[in-house]
């Protein structure tokens, strides 16, 4: 039987199936789910067509999963995917609220650079889903609530509204 990482857990596990990363397209363009490991990068290449990969992975994320930041990165540049990396801790909404502009700004360059961007954090539940709802609002002209529900409509999702509306006020009809 052989062993594969469970992202949900920190231990391997006997699950002799392959398991991928949960990614859901929210644009054409530009895809949000779970952190990917080395032996996904040839898959996001091949069966999703991804060109770009963008973390917000901290240290402490890839400790805990287990992944080698030199190997990902190698296996990106082999597969020809371009890989940036934001760091954001996880469940800190101060630490998404101080690198949202610059995290904004990557995104925003990947995709004027014609990417099909993986955006990602953990579990693709909270801080990747902010910065996409963040992107389609500053850089897709959708009202803030609006690029909310439409990225709660293609990925099941609690972002990080308080920093959003800190960012770039609170919707008079929220």
Known sequence: ?????????????????????????????LLVGEYPRVEDVAWLREELRVSAIF???????????????????????????????????????????????TALHTLHDLANDGHRI???????????????????HAHQGMALVEARDFVRDRRPCGPYMEVLYKHFGRPSDE
């Open 118 to 136: 993986l955006l990602h954090c953990n579990a693709g539940c909270n801080r990747a889903p902010t910065l996409a709802i963040a992107y389609l």
């Open 55 to 101: 973390s917000l992975q901290d240290a402490e994320d890839l400790a805990v999963k287990g992944l080698q930041l030199p190997a990902l990165i190698h296996e990106c540049r082999k597969q020809q995917i371009e890989y940036r990396r934001t760091p954001v801790a996880d469940f800190d909404c101060d630490s998404l609220d101080t690198v949202l502009p």
């Open 1 to 29: 039987m052989a062993n594969f990482y469970d992202p949900f857990s920190a231990h391997p596990t006997s699950d002799p199936r392959p398991r991928r990363p949960d990614v859901s397209e929210i644009l054409p363009t």
